[in-house]
């Protein structure tokens, strides 16, 4: 009151006589002329920080970085709440903890244990420092030798203990990683998701990145938030009941305590309160920021992928410019959260380090000043031991204010969390409905919404047939607005059409990779159609691998076949002088190894080898000369494989007895071959006559002439 010339109220404290002096050397001590001005200076600073961080906050994100983010991030929600995030919480929870037989829980129980053995050390080592000190001012060198031995010999094991929490923190973000990958990799790779999430639904932009980076930060933020919050929570607790003791040792009464204990948590709430208000949405940050990384991985990948077509094209400025965009987008985003960053991280370093320790000191000295029992005492042993219970609390209370700091700073981490936590949740969302059938596709806006509600029945049966399907693609274009079409055994078809009528679509629907709506598709097991590409996909393995895809090798055992088996197939499509150069067990980079021709005779290999009851042949025979594709097409009839092919090859008509020919405007016209072939003679023959005419009546020109 009287150092800062303040009207105060008096709050009414049992005081010993030495009080009120005590208050006055104080009082007299603080030299500030005028401490007003002070007062004042410093409210002003922290008004002004608390403003601009509030004003950073509420800046918009940058327009650079907007163009980059999906329309579903900007959407005018709020981040993850609190109750949200413990929803999905409690959803991956059991998958990473499923039993508590677990390796992964008795590591976390173990890890627990660790957390535990090293609070109360960290109290132990705090009384030893008071006993260091205290024999440093009695001098006495023997006691000063035992603490400090004691001091080393605490050592060993509190480094131990130090090293195996930071090994079973990372054990612990590795086994809930694997423990949740084994569950994503199940849904991913089952009912083709992993073609359906990229084809078929918009929602997941970049499933490789949230099955690998997201998931990775994810559970390495989660196991890392339990232990900085778990230990900060005992390290409290147990520093609160030390302190307690001690001041209860020290004055007889509790008063001292609670008095300082209701000061630091005032100051602890009220600080806390004030860094929530001014804290940036890091959850939302981080989504964004993880978005972003994955563009740019995905830019990187299409340039890899499509580098032959870009070579051609001399298209390297323009992909420049798009990488060259990805990455600024990216750290545009990340130069804005280091901006709103620094007004928090100043505000926050103030309260923590500054604010706290003198609000430390003072409930340090309360007790001191105000209910020391020994307050009139100056013997060296009374003033030995004040200095090592000061000591003490110093160092106990420097370890809670680390742990409340650690507390707080988990809350961000927990924003930060819930950034990976919705986007782990949001993928295994889209895994699930993608499974059952169910897809959110930007569509077109001249899609028919009627047709694309009612989705169609799948028969099986030894046929392949349509019966008034539409073939719709996912993005709601209606190529063939209904369809009827039967392939019994037996009914080889030649499928032709110009570019974008509808002959892969029908492919898709067939193989159920898409989806179809209204009427009724017939189709075999899928174990009995077999569908090769105009670029059959070559595995990473052996060249036995290549020609048994999707068959293992004890797969191929248990079928009872050999190599002398698939000696035989490579006879046929002309391969064999692959296997005596190579052998069947050399592992290379067979995209790379093989040509276009060989690469589609090994299509066909496969084919062979599981000898389906239908097959598809997108060409797959393009780039193979027309002596070995007459041979292969003849020993797939003679297998008794019912073809339907796509080609441009006059020379594959004759293995057909059916043409399905679309038009490309919608229409569809099966028919047998011998009638189209009859429609063509008609058509020479009436050009034939057409130029005979004209040759005559040039002649005739020429003779008037």
């Known amino acids: 009151k009287e150092c800062f010339g303040l009207k105060l109220p008096i709050i009414d404290i049992p005081m010993s006589s030495y009080v009120k002096p005590t208050i006055q050397k104080i009082a ?46 900007l959407r005018k929600k709020k981040a993850m709440d609190k109750r949200e995030l413990l929803h999905q919480l409690r959803r991956l929870l059991p998958i990473i903890l499923p039993r508590l037989a677990d390796k992964e829980s008795l590591i976390l129980i173990t890890h627990t244990l660790f957390l535990i053995a090293r609070s109360f050390i960290s109290i132990y080592v705090a009384s030893l420092d008071g006993a260091l000190v205290r024999s440093l001012v009695e001098r006495d060198g023997q006691q000063f030798i035992n603490n400090l031995t004691l001091w080393f010999c605490i050592a060993i094991p509190a480094t131990y203990i130090n090293s195996m929490i930071k090994f079973l923190e990372s054990k612990l973000s590795i086994g809930f990683r694997t423990k949740l990958v084994e569950h994503c990799y199940s849904k991913y790779m089952t009912n083709e998701t992993y073609y359906r999430v990229g084809n078929l639904d918009s929602r997941l932009a970049n499933a490789d990145q949230c099955l690998t980076d997201d998931v990775s930060k994810f559970c390495s933020f989660l196991a890392h938030l339990y232990s900085q919050l778990s230990k900060p929570v005992l390290d409290i607790l147990l520093i609160s009941f030390e302190l307690a003791r001690t001041s209860r040792k020290k004055t007889g009464n509790g008063k001292a305590a609670g008095y300082a204990g209701l000061i630091g948590i005032g100051v602890v709430l009220v600080t806390a309160r004030l860094l929530k208000l001014v804290q940036p949405p890091f959850g939302k940050l981080v989504a964004i920021q993880a978005m972003l990384e994955g563009n740019l991985r995905y830019v990187h990948s299409r340039l890899i992928t499509n580098s032959e077509e870009i070579s051609f ?37 103030f309260f923590m380090k500054y604010l706290w320790s003198a609000t430390g000191l003072g409930m340090i000295a309360i007790p001191a000043f105000f209910f020391d029992v020994h307050a009139d005492g100056s013997s060296s042993a009374v003033i030995s031991e004040r200095t090592q219970d000061f000591v003490t609390s110093k160092k106990l209370l420097i370890s809670a204010s680390e742990a409340i700091e650690r507390i707080m700073l988990a809350y961000k981490e927990v924003t930060e969390l819930s950034g990976y936590t919705l986007r782990v949740s949001k993928m295994l969302d889209v895994f699930e409905d993608v499974k059952n059938g169910k897809y959110q596709k930007n569509l077109h806006k001249s899609s028919d919404s009627d047709i694309l509600s009612e989705r169609g029945d799948s028969i099986v049966a030894n046929e392949l047939s349509f019966v008034n399907v539409p073939i719709i693609t996912p993005n709601g274009d209606i190529l063939v607005q209904s369809l009827n079409l039967t392939v019994k055994p037996g009914m080889h078809t030649l499928i032709t059409g110009p570019n974008g009528c509808g002959k892969s679509s029908l492919f898709r629907i067939f193989g159920g990779l898409w989806p179809h709506y209204k009427g009724v598709v017939s189709r075999p097991n899928y174990s009995d159609l077999f569908y090769i590409p105009q670029r059959p996909y070559l595995t990473l393995g052996t060249l036995r691998d290549q020609i048994i895809y999707p068959d293992t090798h004890d797969d191929m055992i248990s079928k009872h076949l050999d190599d002398e088996h698939l000696h035989d197939i490579l006879n046929i499509v002309e391969l064999n002088h692959i296997v005596k150069r190579d052998g069947w067990d050399s592992v290379m980079d067979w995209k790379d190894v093989l040509s276009g021709g060989e690469k589609q005779r090994v299509g066909m290999a496969r084919l062979f080898y599981h000898n389906p009851k239908f097959a598809i042949l997108d060409e797959c025979t393009s780039a193979v000369s027309i002596e070995v594709e007459g041979q292969m097409y003849e020993e797939a009839i003679a297998r008794g494989i019912t073809l339907l092919t796509v080609t441009h090859r006059p020379s594959l008509w004759k293995f057909h007895k059916y043409l399905l020919k679309f038009d490309g405007e919608g229409g569809v016209v099966h028919q047998n071959m011998s009638l189209e072939i009859h429609n063509l003679e008609e058509q020479k023959l009436e050009l034939e006559h057409k130029l005979a005419e004209v040759n005559d009546l040039l002649i005739a020109e020429v003779a008037n002439e």
């Open 28 to 73: 007299n001590g603080l030299k500030f002329k005028n401490q007003t001005t002070i007062v004042c200076v410093g409210s002003s600073a922290v008004a002004l920080l608390l403003y601009l961080s509030h004003r950073q906050n509420n800046q918009k994100i940058p327009n650079e970085v907007a163009n980059h983010i999906e329309t579903s991030v």
């Open 313 to 349: 094209y001399r298209g390297h400025d323009i992909e420049e410019s798009v990488l060259r965009n990805a990455y600024l987008a990216l750290v545009k985003h990340m130069n804005y959260i280091f901006n709103i960053r620094i007004f928090y991280n100043t505000l926050e370093g």
